[in-house]
């Protein structure tokens, strides 16, 4: 069964990193596309760009992550210290696409429809809470990984950092 889901996780993994390099020769076709026609056009097609470019490495980011933790490591993370540090990257990545994607479409939008702000506004609002929420799951997983490594220490066991006393 390991073997099956390192090969679905590859697979998948594959796949998404061939969609976002799509996604990203997508934006920058269009913005030649667009800018052949028209200066205005291309700023317009150059805010679009960033937009699929973005997406794109998030996208790129999520498919390297899956490739990293699920198929080339084929095991579970052993220490909590280690499964911290990866969501981190992981969610930090989301947060940053999120923020910038955001970003984009407040430019985008503030020079012709104003009302239409709300969508951006609350992309960045939740790019925010995503920060904020990886804050607090630092915070608590650091604090509950003290206690564990003090714990192990304590009962003689060993800890990603020291092996096991005999």
């Known amino acids: 069964m390991e073997l099956i889901s390192r090969i679905v996780f590859g697979l998948a993994g594959t ?5 976002a390099a799509a996604l990203g020769f997508y934006g920058i076709y269009d913005f030649v596309v667009s800018a052949s026609g028209s200066l205005a056009a291309g700023g317009e097609a ?3 760009a960033i937009g699929y470019l973005v997406v794109a490495i998030a996208v790129f980011d999520v498919s390297k992550y ?7 490591r084929g095991r ?3 220490a909590a210290s280690e499964a911290r540090r990866s969501l981190t ?10 923020f910038l994607e955001g970003l984009v479409t407040v430019f985008r939008v503030s020079k012709d429809q104003v009302a239409e702000m709300i969508y951006p506004t609350l992309l960045l ?4 809470l995503i920060v904020l929420g990886l804050g607090v799951y ?8 003290r206690e564990v490594e003090h714990r192990d ?11 096991k006393r005999k």
Not at 89 to 98: E, G, L, N, Y
Not at 138 to 144: P, T
Not at 153 to 163: H, I, K, L, N, S
Request: net charge negative.
């Open 153 to 163: 220490q304590r009962d003689g066991e060993a800890t990603p950092d020291r092996p």
């Open 76 to 78: 579970e993370l052993r």
């Open 125 to 128: 609002i939740t790019g925010i």
């Open 138 to 145: 630092q915070r608590l997983s650091a604090s509950v990984e």
């Open 15 to 19: 796949l998404l990193m061939l969609l």
């Open 66 to 72: 899956l490739i990293e933790e699920e198929v080339v």
């Open 46 to 48: 150059l805010l679009r």
């Open 89 to 98: 990257k992981f969610v930090s990545t989301i947060a940053i696409a999120v």
